[in-house]
């Protein structure tokens, strides 16, 4: 199942509310999970089941969504959040990742 | 606390095999409902899943890399392990573990939260 993340770049400041979109090409219902991934570490789980907020995720990360449309917010951006950020469909094996997201610093 | 290691060569010739292993501790790799994965990042790329295999040997691969791949498990080790075939430089990545919850029922809670810190394996004559 593809899964096409826009924008796969994303300049913002902090503050800023930002709005990260996942497209999959088929009926993937909530089965989708969010991570968030800085250079030399491994991805952190932020969101599963499209919308449930991992223990210990700030309250400012949301996600939304289902079938084939999903997005995950940030509401005040801050400068911990300057990371790559990917969606993952569980649905079914083989289990696919979007292309991911780069938000970086205005 | 689950953690995950990987192991394995820091450096693979090309036409070579790739292998790495994935510790687990805290926790039983035999303990369900939990599949065991691979997933690889190439350098300033996105992530790419490899496979998975449940305690009981049940494995799933990437179509992309089924006829190089092959995933195993010692649950009297508490690990599981990686072997890609016929590595090329395309294969030089970032090679990370991780759990996933939730596969074995139809929950939609699946995900991975616990994650290796990942092992870069250049492949390179």
């Known amino acids: 199942i593809q899964l096409t993340q826009s924008p796969s770049f994303l300049s913002a400041s902090v503050g800023d509310r930002v709005t990260i979109t996942c497209r999959a090409g088929?009926?993937?219902?909530?089965?989708l999970a969010w991570y968030q991934q800085k250079p030399l570490k491994a991805p952190k789980l932020l969101i599963y089941?499209?919308?449930t907020l991992q223990s210990g995720v700030p309250s400012r990360f949301s996600g939304s969504g289902s079938g084939t449309e999903f997005t995950l917010t940030i509401s005040c951006l801050q400068p911990e959040d300057f990371a790559t950020y990917f969606c993952?469909?569980?649905?079914?094996?083989?289990?696919?990742f979007g292309g991911g997201t780069k938000v970086e610093i205005k | 606390q689950l953690q995950l290691q990987e192991s394995g060569p820091r450096l693979v010739r090309p036409a070579e095999t790739l292998s790495l292993t994935c510790t687990v501790s805290?926790?039983?790799?035999?303990?369900?409902?939990?599949?065991w994965e691979w997933v690889r990042q190439l350098p300033g790329k996105g992530l790419e899943w490899i496979g998975a295999?449940?305690?009981?040997?049940?494995?799933y691969y990437n179509p992309s890399l089924k006829s190089r791949v092959d995933i195993s498990v010692d649950t009297s080790k508490n690990q599981f392990s990686l072997k890609l075939d016929s590595v090329t430089a395309a294969d030089t990545a970032v090679y990370y573990c991780?759990?996933?919850?939730?596969?074995?029922?139809?929950?939609?809670?699946?995900?991975?939260?616990?994650w290796g810190q990942g092992i870069l394996v250049p492949v390179s004559s």
């Open positions: 991780a759990r996933l919850e939730g596969m074995t029922t139809a929950t939609t809670s699946r995900y991975y939260a616990f």
């Open positions: 805290g926790g039983s790799i035999s303990s369900s409902p939990y599949y």
């Open positions: 295999i449940y305690y009981t040997g049940d494995t």
């Open positions: 088929q009926d993937v219902s909530t089965y």
């Open positions: 089941a499209a919308s």
């Open positions: 993952q469909q569980v649905r079914s094996y083989p289990l696919t």
